[in-house]
């Protein structure tokens, strides 16, 4: 199993929080960026997050402050913890492992839905 396997998804109310997770598989020993991504209907992907290999992050001007991204290198994972979310974070959140040649490998989507 080399997918990426997302987890904790939900629907949650305006001003909620939820945790994500993303188990990569160990198979990927080096990887140049674990990250997230969001799409809804009729969109593109869009860059929510990611976390590099140095353990720098980058966040989307749309999620700065409410989001935080962080690995933990034990378990090949990364989380996203979404902070006061809006009606317009409402997406599928995938999760995305690149690896040293480049290559990403990319996991089967988790819903989140907002109400307002």
């Known amino acids: 199993q080399v997918q990426p396997v997302e987890s904790g998804g939900g629907l949650v109310q305006a001003g909620g929080s939820l945790r994500l997770s993303c188990a990569a598989s160990?198979?990927?020993?080096?990887?140049?960026?674990m990250g997230w991504y969001r799409q809804t209907p009729g969109n593109q992907r869009e860059t929510v997050a990611a976390i590099f290999r140095g353990g720098s992050t980058n966040y989307a001007d749309s999620v700065k402050g409410r989001f935080t991204i962080s690995r933990d290198n034990a378990k090949n994972t990364v989380y996203l913890q979404m902070n006061s979310l809006k009606p317009e974070d409402t997406a599928v959140y995938y999760c995305?492992?690149?690896?040293?040649?480049?290559?990403?490998?990319w996991g089967q989507g988790t819903q989140v839905t907002v109400s307002s």
């Open positions: 160990k198979i990927i020993v080096t990887f140049n960026s």
């Open positions: 995305a492992v690149e690896t040293a040649t480049g290559y990403k490998y």
